[in-house]
Every structure is written in structure tokens, then in C-alpha cells.
């Protein structure tokens, strides 16, 4: 297929390389975890921008969101979860996605912030998060208002999507599955690596990257492989999602949130109802996406990227 043909041709010529230019480090985390992370610096920043994957991802697969970001005046900075992408994993079971406390997210954040982002010495910070991400992010900005100029949530993850499962229902089932014994089994439906086929899957309209990620990433690179999550971080990351959602209203600087229009995975009304709550945020809803709006097909990418570069630029810098 030409789409296709012609994605690889950029991915392969332009983003890798840009990719491979950056800079690769850690820190530690919460209880000695080591953290991935990696910054693209510039001459003549005004500023940058931290930027949070979703579960069970790494920045590897930000590199083409990376690269169209470049001709932003910001130094550009991410870091892998625990548990995530190249960073340490807190279990022997490698592929279990689990977390003690949904806190030591936020607590390696505010790490990463204050000894590697901060050491920069720039007074602009923005803040970047998809989904679990964007939680992650979330706490971050009502426990630290002061920290980041202005925050982009894409798809966040406040609340799952749980079909005929009533909503006020699913944490009191999740903490009862969440129990001595049972906290690092996989939760219902999870299990060891999984592969989907593309007519079925959640997160992608877009086959030439989901592709790229599903059918070449991820199965050729054993660092990165992951499974389902386990009890306890479904009933961690739910009560989380109850928190920020409740806290929002502590947050006072600019935030853009993006919204998936065919998003099955998480909950579109607790988004609408943390941007309800929040002091300045504005929602857009991003048609024909699915959950992973940057990797979605061209058209639909292509103006969440734009939504996303306009709002960076049009914050106000400090002289």
C-alpha cells in the first residue's frame, strides 16, 4: 500500500535518526527503581516540555511525535513509568503491569522534574500526558500547581470504559478482587503478551502505525514487551482516577484536553467531568480517533498535533 510505503520511508529516513539523537539517561525512582528517560535538547529554548506516555508504553514510540515537535522552541523531555517501556519492573513477572501505589508514579515524576527537567533552569514548563500519562500528569499538577505554565491531557484516564458494568460499581469490584492473594494476579481479561488483530483493536484506526508498534516494535524489541495489569493496579489506578477527578479544581493553569471521539477504553464523561471541574480547561473533541490519537490516521493526527502546537505557542513567556 502507498500510505504505507511512504509512513515507513519517513519513519525510517527522518524520525529514527532525529530519534537516535537524543539524550539517554535515568535516575532513580521510588525505592532505587531505575527510570529511562531521554531529553532532545535546542539552542535557544524558551523553555520545556515533560512528556508522559500511557500504560504500558515507552518513548520509543513517541519518536514520530518527537519529531514533528522539533521546530518548537522547548527542550523536549520523557521518561518511562516504572514497570514500563525500558525502565525497571517492580515484579520478577516481568510482564505484569503493577504498581504498589499509584503515588510512586507521581513521585518519580516529580524526581524526574526537579532533578533532571529543572536542572535546565528554565522558567517555562509545559506538561504533556496520554492517558495514564495524563493521570500521572494530573496528580502532579494538584499536588505541584506551581510547577508547569500549561498541561495537554490526551484521552486521560480517569475512569475505565466498562460497558454495561455501572460505573459506581466497578472500584468496590475491583477491590474485592484486589486481596491478599490475589493483588499481583493478572485482573479479569489480562493476561501474558496479547495480539490483537487490527480489525479488533481499541486503539488505532491507522494501520500503518499500529502496525509499526503491534507487528514490529514490540515484538522485536523483548525490552518493551509487556502484559496485562494486575489487581491491585486496576484498583490503585481506579481510585486514582476518583482523586484527580475530585482535585481538579486545583489546578489553575491552562490545560487542553484532547478527546477521542471513538474512545472505548476509557470513560469520555469522567474526562468531561475533571474539565468540568478544572479552572481553565478546554476540550476538544477529536473526530474518527480512537483511544491513541497520535497514531491515528494522517488527517486526524495531523490536526491533534496542530491543536497541540498551537496551544504550546500561545502561552505567554517570561522575558
Known amino acids: 500500500m502507498e500510505e504505507e510505503r511512504r509512513f515507513l520511508e519517513k519513519y525510517e529516513n527522518q524520525v529514527l535518526p532525529f530519534y537516535s539523537s537524543g539524550r539517554f539517561g535515568e535516575f532513580s525512582g521510588v525505592g532505587g527503581l531505575k527510570i529511562r528517560t531521554v531529553a532532545f535538547d535546542k539552542n535557544q529554548a524558551s523553555g520545556a516540555l515533560v512528556i508522559l506516555p500511557g500504560k504500558s508504553e515507552t518513548y520509543l514510540k513517541y519518536a514520530e511525535f518527537f519529531y514533528d515537535l522539533q521546530d518548537l522552541p ?72 506551581e510547577t508547569f505554565r500549561a498541561g495537554v491531557l490526551c484521552s486521560p484516564f480517569f475512569d475505565v470504559a466498562t460497558g454495561l458494568i455501572p460505573g459506581f460499581l466497578t472500584p468496590f469490584l475491583a477491590g474485592l478482587l484486589d486481596r491478599p492473594g490475589r493483588s499481583r494476579e493478572y485482573g479479569p481479561g489480562q493476561q501474558d503478551i496479547q495480539r490483537p488483530a487490527f480489525q479488533n483493536n481499541k486503539i488505532s484506526n491507522c494501520y500503518p502505525r499500529w502496525s509499526l508498534w503491534e507487528e514490529d516494535l514490540i515484538p522485536n524489541n523483548e525490552a ?9 493496579w486496576l484498583h490503585e489506578s481506579l481510585m486514582a482516577g476518583r482523586r484527580a477527578v475530585q482535585g481538579a479544581g486545583k489546578i489553575s493553569v491552562p490545560l487542553l484536553m484532547l478527546q477521542a471521539e471513538q474512545d472505548s477504553i476509557v470513560k469520555l464523561s469522567a474526562q468531561d467531568r475533571f474539565c468540568r471541574r478544572a479552572s481553565h480547561c478546554r476540550k ?5 480517533a480512537k483511544h491513541e490519537i497520535l497514531i491515528e490516521q494522517e488527517d486526524t493526527r495531523a490536526e491533534a498535533i496542530a491543536r497541540i502546537k498551537d496551544f504550546l505557542t500561545a502561552r505567554p513567556k517570561d522575558t
Open 284 to 288: 476538544v473533541l477529536v473526530r474518527g
Open 224 to 232: 518493551i514487551q509487556f502484559g496485562g495489569v494486575t489487581n491491585h
Open 74 to 145: 522547548l527542550i523536549l523531555y520523557a521518561m518511562d513509568h516504572r514497570g514500563m517501556g525500558f525502565s525497571e519492573r517492580p515484579l520478577p513477572d516481568r510482564l505484569k503491569m503493577h504498581v504498589e501505589r499509584f503515588d510512586e508514579y507521581v513521585e518519580d515524576l516529580a524526581t524526574f522534574v526537579d532533578t533532571v527537567v529543572k536542572a535546565g533552569g528554565y522558567k517555562n514548563l509545559y506538561l504533556f500526558g496520554h492517558s495514564t500519562g495524563a493521570l500521572i500528569g494530573a496528580l502532579y499538577m494538584e499536588e505541584h500547581p
